[in-house]
């Protein structure tokens, strides 16, 4: 994957696209764990959900830099 | 764990127990804020700098700007932010693309945008209000100081975007990680105080029957807190591991707290009219009636509520339920014997209420049930039904000031702006319009913006020693930069705590963040500062001085607006549609009335009067409705003409009210009334329960009409 991607004839890194998808995927991960009652059983929900985050973001992104 | 027991058995023994205890409720979950805010906003400029973002100072002062003690707040602010600048940055880049050269157009589109921003964000409560308003000055921040080269709109637009945005994410990063606070645990606990005051003050047969008086807390409160814990309960949705259907159950049980308030009060004001008329009998009767109900909520301890308890309850309460009908008719014929004058219509308005009361506390109660349940084990019997909105209701004529003041407070500033030829006058108009907008929801926007000018001058000071002084003194890198800024920062996370200091926080951070030099090198001249300070404090008289010509708001006109907008509501409800819901008729009333007690500058005699206007349209309102449901099923030789008249001449008296139209509808109903009472009554079950239905509401209205002393004419000026 490059490094930078043009979108609408304007050029940007691919990082920001990823940012976005993750955040969408993440927002509905979200949403069916709190439904599903995971949280409950979590110790810190606060830093599962930041941590889910930052394995949803950084998987593509090492992808890229690899 | 033997270690841990004797530890706790030592605390226990620790002479400063209860100190120490204090300690950790009080201070030191504001000490821990104040970590919070200092990690935050380190890290939003250490990641800024680094990155080498042109202006670092944004991304710190997004992080003061959204942070708050409980992590909720700060997702639903965080959330509009994101909004609001995407869309101010959007507009930006169209307008300064398309009219950067056009004077004319140019302010003209500003200045459509400011008012649609303005208009479009009072219509919305809570923090969406924010995310409109900041739509509308994000224009000013980015298209303003690129107008001479607007080649570089796109840059700023750009860095703005990504300043913000790292702002919002170390705050939200550093409140949901570090000690979070949840807003649903406040909600709880809000929800558990207001259920245990509404059991105590029915459980008390004096807060029904007695004299209304305002030194009782009980009763004054039981009304309070609608729209402040639907706001609590909409923005705890972006909490981690919030539970929807917990959610769901605050939002019924909100609902069900306004009906039941609503009924009670209603109940109150009937009762104090009977009271008044010295009908003693028919006071003995009621009382008669409601003792069973008591007595059942006497029996619930007052401590901690455990489900058993209220499953008790709500087994008696469904008993009494099934015997109130019996002992009402029991009564009615009892007092048909004893009493001479009018009594009926009161007799069977106030026994109805009664019932009312009852079922609707009886479906409190369950709902409360289901919630406790819900939270202990996760599941409930009780399946909810419905989701329930709470709607809102605003008056074009605060929408219409706001927007007009918006565009008055930019157009004056642009013309100071294009008189003076001042390069910094554009610092003046985004204050104007920053003060102009955001402010305008407070109860008193003057004091508001006298507050932020303290504010500001204290923060210009503070600057002014950190830029002269302090920065080119002894800082180096970025961490003795960050030790130099804690102690401030930290000053500013303690005054975010107390509520007194909020306006003149946020003229501190506003000033403090745009004049401390936080930029990547340093750069600051002495002149440079003076003028932009000055620029930004004549801005914020600008803004002032639109809140004392765009003024025309008074207790009187408030009065006729509320009194015209509840009047419109009941003439809608005679011909509109009927599948209005008493949830939406609730919530938009209570919301109203808020908006105009913090707008509208009530004092306290006329902010009780409109709330007895409330209920009286609230009643009226629903009656209509059920009526009107009734007769929709009944069969055409039942249908009796003069409700049709009584509807009717419900509707004209609100249309156009005066005293001798007051007189007239009392007595049409009065006569529809009799002629009801004197037919024969359907035999079938389902069709008299409806004829029956449609004889108390017709009495209800009467008797809140004949109580209603000041509504919808307004006799009495209560402003002064």
């Known amino acids: 994957m490059p490094l930078d991607i043009t979108l609408f004839g304007i050029q940007m890194p691919t990082l920001l696209p990823i940012f976005v998808m993750s955040a969408v995927v993440q927002i509905l991960l979200d949403r069916v764990m709190s439904d599903a009652g995971i949280y409950h059983y979590v110790w810190h929900p606060g830093l599962f959900r930041t941590a889910v985050f930052v394995c949803l973001f950084s998987i593509p992104c090492l992808l890229i830099y690899r | ?720």
Not at chain 2, 239 to 258: A, F, I, W
Not at chain 2, 321 to 341: A, C, G, Q, S
Not at chain 2, 624 to 630: D, E, P, Q, V
């Open chain 2, 1 to 720: 764990m033997q270690a841990a027991n004797i530890l706790i058995s030592s605390l226990k023994r620790f002479p400063w127990q209860l100190a120490l205890r204090q300690w950790l409720t009080i201070d030191a979950p504001v000490l821990i804020y104040m970590a919070k805010v200092i990690i935050a906003a380190l890290l939003a400029l250490w990641i800024a700098m680094t990155l080498n973002m042109p202006d670092p100072r944004t991304a710190i002062f997004t992080v003061f700007i959204v942070m708050h003690p409980q992590s909720g707040l700060v997702f639903s602010k965080s959330y509009y932010r994101i909004l609001g600048t995407i869309a101010g940055v959007g507009i930006s880049l169209v307008i300064t693309g398309m009219f950067s050269q056009d004077p004319v157009w140019f302010i003209a589109f500003f200045a459509l945008w400011i008012g649609l921003t303005t208009a479009a964000g009072f219509k919305y409560r809570n923090f969406q209000f924010y995310g409109f308003v900041l739509a509308g000055y994000t224009l000013c921040i980015v298209s303003l100081p690129v107008i001479e080269t607007p080649l570089d709109v796109f840059d700023i637009a750009v860095s703005r975007f990504s300043e913000v945005l790292i702002g919002i994410m170390c705050a939200t990063l550093v409140s949901d990680i570090v000690f979070p606070r949840r807003l649903l645990d406040s909600l709880i606990a809000s929800e558990q105080e207001r259920f245990r005051n509404v059991l105590s003050t029915l459980s008390d047969p004096q807060s029904v029957f007695g004299t209304f008086d305002d030194t009782n807390p009980a009763v004054s409160r039981f009304s309070s807190g609608v729209v402040g814990l639907n706001a609590v309960r909409v923005n705890s949705s972006f909490e981690s591991g919030s539970d929807r259907k917990e959610r769901h159950y605050y939002g019924h049980l909100n609902h069900e707290y306004m009906n039941l308030s609503t009924t009670y009060h209603s109940l109150k004001s009937i009762i104090a009219a009977i009271k008044e008329g010295e009908k003693s009998e028919v006071i003995c009767a009621l009382e008669r009636l409601y003792d069973p109900i008591a007595s059942v909520l006497k029996t619930l301890p007052d401590t901690l509520l455990h489900p058993e308890d209220l499953d008790t309850v709500i087994r008696k309460l469904s008993e009494v339920k099934k015997t109130l009908e019996e002992h009402f008719e029991f009564d009615k014929e009892r007092l048909r014997e004893v009493m001479y004058v009018e009594w009926e219509d009161e007799f069977t308005s106030a026994g109805y209420l009664i019932g009312r009361l009852l079922h609707e506390l009886h479906h409190h109660c369950a709902t409360y049930l289901s919630l406790l349940n819900h939270r202990l084990s996760g599941n409930s019997s009780f399946e909810l039904s419905r989701t329930v909105r709470f709607s809102t209701h605003t008056d074009n004529v605060l929408v219409a000031l706001a927007a007009l003041r918006g565009i008055g407070v930019l157009l004056v500033t642009m013309l100071f702006w294009i008189l003076t030829a001042w390069p910094y006058a554009t610092l003046t108009i985004t204050m104007a319009v920053v003060i102009g907008l955001l402010l305008g929801t407070l109860p008193s926007p003057l004091d508001g913006v006298k507050d932020f000018f303290k504010g500001g001058v204290v923060a210009l000071i503070i600057a002014a020693v950190y830029d002269f002084y302090l920065i080119p003194a002894y800082t180096s890198d970025l961490l003795t930069l960050g030790i130099l800024l804690s102690p401030t920062l930290a000053l500013i996370g303690w005054m975010t705590t107390r509520p007194k200091l909020a306006i003149f926080t946020f003229g501190f951070v506003f000033m403090f963040m745009t004049q401390c030099s936080l930029d990547p090198y340093y750069k600051i001249e002495p002149t440079k500062f003076l003028e932009s300070s000055l620029a930004a404090l004549i801005g914020i008289v600008f803004g002032g001085l639109a809140y004392v010509l765009v003024n025309f708001w008074s207790c009187s006109l408030t009065q006729q607006r509320v009194s015209k907008i509840l009047r419109t509501q009941i003439v809608r409800l005679c011909n509109g549609v009927l599948n209005v819901e008493r949830s939406a008729l609730e919530s938009t009333g209570r919301d109203l009335v808020q908006q105009f007690s913090t707008q509208g500058r009530l004092n306290m005699r006329s902010s009780r009067l409109v709330f007895e206007w409330l209920l009286s349209t609230l009643e009226i309102g629903r009656s209509i409705l059920a009526i009107r449901r009734s007769l929709k099923r009944l069969y055409a030789r039942y249908y009796p003409e003069s409700i049709d008249i009584a509807l009717e001449s419900i509707k004209e008296y609100f249309e156009a009210p005066s005293s001798s139209g007051r007189e007239q509808l009392l007595g049409t109903l009065q006569e529809s009334l009799q002629v009801l009472r004197v037919t024969q009554m359907p035999s079938e079950k389902a069709q008299f329960k409806r004829v029956q239905s449609v004889i108390v509401e017709l009495a209800l209205i009467r008797t809140v009409l004949l109580n209603s002393q000041t509504f919808p004419v307004v006799t009495e000026d209560s402003c002064h």
